[in-house]
T-cell receptor
């Protein structure tokens, strides 16, 4: 399998649930990212990992908890979410995290919080 | 602060009607300017990277160009399958790993 794979593609969860989003990249990249995409808004960076180390946390609420066990896998653990957290969550990877390498995105998880 | 503004917000073309999408930007030290295509329900698909003013990249009916203030995505003789949202993103020297994305141009090509 090639590229960036995200699971699940769709997720509906209640405000008291706990769930996790999974991302895997097969590109040999060193950096991985979580982005949030809401309607009519630009992509919003959430977290950056470079060589498994978190290098960016864009003031994301603690109800979102990332985990990067190795350079190929990235998780986003969700708990006690709010309805306004409903969005498309995109995982991406790049060769490095210096801003000069293109990001390669997965197809996202469409999250609905009820 | 790096900024990206894309125009128009939406564009409707007839098949074969060439046009251009604009990405205006301000940046303190350009590391890279990126174009992406996004289809409904999918993640953005990487198209081009431009690094310096005067650079051009081409792929099929698409051609991206770069000046010191803006980038254009030229679409020559578009087909209905070119319909998508096109995103522009910017990497700057002071932003590190934070790419700045525009809001996108939604392109519709009618047969």
């Amino acid at each position: 399998e090639t590229g960036v794979t995200q699971t699940p593609r769709h997720l509906v969860m209640g405000m008291t649930n706990k769930k996790s989003l999974k991302c895997e990249q097969h590109l040999g990249h060193n950096a991985m990212y979580w982005y949030k995409q809401s309607a009519k808004k630009p992509l919003e960076l959430m977290f950056v990992y470079n060589f498994k180390e978190q290098t960016e946390n864009n003031s994301v609420p603690s109800r979102f908890s990332p985990e990067c066990p190795n350079s190929s896998h990235l998780f986003l653990h969700l708990h006690t979410l709010q309805p306004e957290d409903s969005a498309l969550y995109l995982c991406a990877s790049s060769q490095d995290s210096q801003g000069d390498s293109p990001l390669h995105f997965g197809n996202g998880t469409r999250l609905t919080v009820t | 602060e790096d900024q990206v503004t894309q125009s128009p917000e939406a564009l409707r073309l007839q098949e074969g009607e060439s046009s251009s999408l604009n990405c205006s930007y301000t940046v303190s030290g350009l590391r890279g300017l990126f174009w992406y295509r996004q289809d409904p329900g999918k993640g953005p698909e990487f198209l081009f990277t431009l690094y310096s003013a005067g650079e051009e990249k081409e792929k099929e009916r698409l051609k991206a160009t770069l000046t010191k203030k803006e980038s254009f995505l030229h679409i020559t003789a578009p087909k209905p399958e070119d319909s998508a949202t096109y995103l522009c993103a910017l990497g700057g020297e002071t932003s590190g790993s934070r790419l700045t994305f525009g809001e996108g141009t939604q392109l519709t090509v009618n047969p």
